[in-house]
């Protein structure tokens, strides 16, 4: 038996699921409880790459906030164990955002490194899941209603038009027909976290419901576990009859309370997990400590969906950026901030005109930066400020000129009692900086398909020697 | 009689993103007392979090007592999409802050 493991398969079909990183890239897999995990029978090795949290940017701009030497590092770590072990590995979301230019991102990294290690060819298949803005602009133009998530408004022509790229959110589908074409990798576009992980589980005939689950508690690895230590590696076993959850880290435990309370991590509502087909009901789910480090559950039930309704992200591009930062110790300054800012405001609008496009936002660190106005505490704000101006603009050279004004005449601001007149801020660069071009979520709405796989086409590939 | 305050009694307080539009709040408790008592005290009401972070209850979009996690989570309605500018806590995992010293009466 292998050391990790507490128990030996719990049943005569069971399917073992690999977790090495919560999100693969963002933060390297740490090879201790991963090497333990590869050595407790995996029948897969599957792991996230995306996320909506890392902002509207990397979509927009079509890029990764991933670095690419992570990228390569994590896709190593797990080939080079999968081809090893000869069992699946599945990645989905790749590369952040999951958009086609990221999915084939990774798809040239794993030919890299297959071919750095001569591994025996196998087969790689992967998908895409961008949806244009045309097909999308078509389908509303024939009736088809693009609805709101979260309390908001079906998607107008409008916004539509101000968004710059589109990823449709693909369900177990893409990844259930890559398995039946043979793939012994799979890299996926924008996917439900919890489908990369059911997949193969679903194709294998085990319950919906259980595989689903499995896969919501695994998506993020030893986040399922406890004392707290991200990236570790988690394994999940599902039977017929329940799921269990293990912790691969020597230090860690998954307990009723992690699992439990990881269930409801990063969701609005902990009954409910919703994919593209359906969603799991978890409100009668049991949970039960099975052995010192693995939690086993039972009872959620699969809702199959009345309509196939698949979820879309947008992201559009608002302008260009720069961003400068400067400090406040007068306390007759700090008292009278929003003055202060209102000048710096006005001088940037008697410079620049209004209606030219640019904008001017003002964070104050020390009084209510990260809540605004849910702070309560705003009315008493520290005896040192510091406030990150940033200017966004059509052009960088507005967005340069708008910062620059909006950070300077801070310095400037004419407060009728101040005593300092050497100047109303302390400067930590007396310049402005290039910051990366402001996006924001222009879609988070679904939109009804008729088919499954209608938005994810899928290829199959050879790499390796 | 002075309470203790909510970090002191709870395992864990934490915010974070749920999707682009939310932020969801958790409280977790290491024991069903604990789970119990700050449940009927009422300072993590519904009302009380619409006090607290001075917000209209229609911002609160799903308030739920979690037992199998002993958990309190309410999810409250950004004004605007996380990463927007001017937003400064894209991960949504710093709004939690202002939960840490309520105070829970004893009894």
Redesign the interface.
Known sequence: MPVSIQHRRSAESSLRLLCPNGHLGFAPIKPGSFAIGCAAEPDAICADSGSCDVGPGPLGADNSSSPRQWQMQDLETMLLAARRLAVPMIIGSAGDTGSNSRVDLFVAMIREIAAKHRLPEFRLGYFHSEITKEDLRRRMLAGDTVEGLDGRAPLDLVTLEATDRIVAVAGVHPYIELLDKGADVIIGGRSSDCAIFAAPAIRRGFPPALAYFAGKLLECASFCAEPYAAKESVLGEITMDDVKVTAMLPEQRCTIASVAGHAMYERANPFHEHFLGGHIEMRDCRYEQYDERTVRITGPRYVPAGELRVKLEGAGKIGERYVGIVGVRDPYTIAHLEEVIAWARGQAEEQLGSGSGWELHYTVYGRDAILGAMEPQRHKPAHELGIVVQAIAPTRELAEEACMIGTRQLFYARLPEVKGTAGGIAFLLDEVMPASPAYRWTINHTLRIDDPLELFPTFVTEAGV | MPGRSLSEIA??IRS???????I?F?V?F?DRAAYERVRESGVLSRAAVCR????DDDRI??Y?E?D????I?F???R????????D????GS??H??LLGIEVPDE
Request: aromatic share 6%; hydrophobic share 35%; charged share 20%.
């Open positions: 395992k864990t974070k993103n749920a999707g682009v539009d939310h969801t958790d977790i290491a607290l972070f001075g917000i979009t799903d739920v979690f199998p996690a002993l958990a989570k999810t409250i309605r004004t605007r999409p996380s990463g927007s500018p001017g400064a806590d894209i991960f710093q709004h802050g202002p």
